[in-house]
């Protein structure tokens, strides 16, 4: 059974630098075609794909928040750390991540973020 | 980034009605699109990928139809367990934007 569950601050002030860990189990994060996606929920907005770290340690960043953003894995512990700095208001959210794998319909590949954990309020105050 | 635009935005409807909800990408995105469910605190749960595959588990009530960018999430005869938001995904081209979800309301 796969879990993935999110840790870290649930106040930071701005300007500071967030840092989230996502804590998972039922899968390796070497395993071929596995990853491990972070998302993100402004209050009564759209999700928001942050970040996405694959099996071969590929890293893949939200353009528009790029400078901003790293994101780590340590496979001995079966986890994977995003670090978001300069934080300001507007990252008021909560923060997701989730196991993303490829699903067959047919021949055809297909991303998917199939299993997420349950979520990390993160406010942004002074 | 692939905009996408759900419609409507909330929807009330009372159970054993038939819901639709129409998912519109701002180009063309092949089948790349999944769905997901997400109740109030809880994290979303994914429903159908690939435009139109259920994912296991998924009651055979839903269903998902579209390709290019036209997609709709059909929910026949609509149970209490099903009120709840929906948002769509494509995962044609990073990033992997989302719709702004569609809040389906008890009638």
């Known amino acids: 059974q796969i879990t993935l569950k999110e840790s870290g601050p649930s106040l930071v002030k701005p300007t500071q630098t967030l840092r989230l860990t996502c804590t998972f189990s039922g899968f390796s994060l070497t395993t071929r075609g596995v990853g491990v996606g972070w998302m993100r929920q402004a209050p009564g907005k759209a999700l928001e794909c942050l970040a996405l770290?694959?099996?071969?340690?590929?890293?893949r960043y939200s353009p528009a928040l790029q400078s901003r953003l790293t994101v780590t894995r340590d496979t001995s512990k079966n986890q994977v750390v995003l670090t978001m700095t300069n934080m300001d208001p507007v990252d008021t959210g909560t923060y997701y991540c989730?196991?993303?794998?490829?699903?067959?319909?047919?021949?055809?590949?297909?991303?998917?973020?199939?299993?997420w954990g349950q979520g990390a309020v993160v406010t942004v105050s002074s | 980034d692939i905009q996408m635009t759900q419609s409507p935005s909330s929807l009330s409807a009372s159970v054993g009605d038939r819901v639709t909800i129409a998912c519109r990408p701002s180009?063309?995105?092949?089948?790349?699109l999944n769905w997901y469910q997400q109740k109030p605190g809880r994290a979303p749960v994914l429903l159908i990928y690939g435009a139109s595959t259920l994912q296991g588990g998924v009651p055979s009530r839903f269903s998902g139809s579209g390709s290019g960018t036209d997609f709709t999430l059909t929910i026949t005869s609509l149970q209490p367990e099903d009120f709840a938001t929906y948002f769509c995904q494509q995962t044609y081209s990073a990033p992997h934007t989302f719709g702004q979800g569609t809040k389906v309301e008890i009638k």
């Open positions: 989730a196991h993303r794998t490829v699903l067959y319909s047919g021949v055809w590949p297909y991303d998917v973020f199939d299993i």
């Open positions: 770290i694959f099996w071969d340690d590929d890293k």
């Open positions: 180009q063309i995105i092949s089948t790349y």
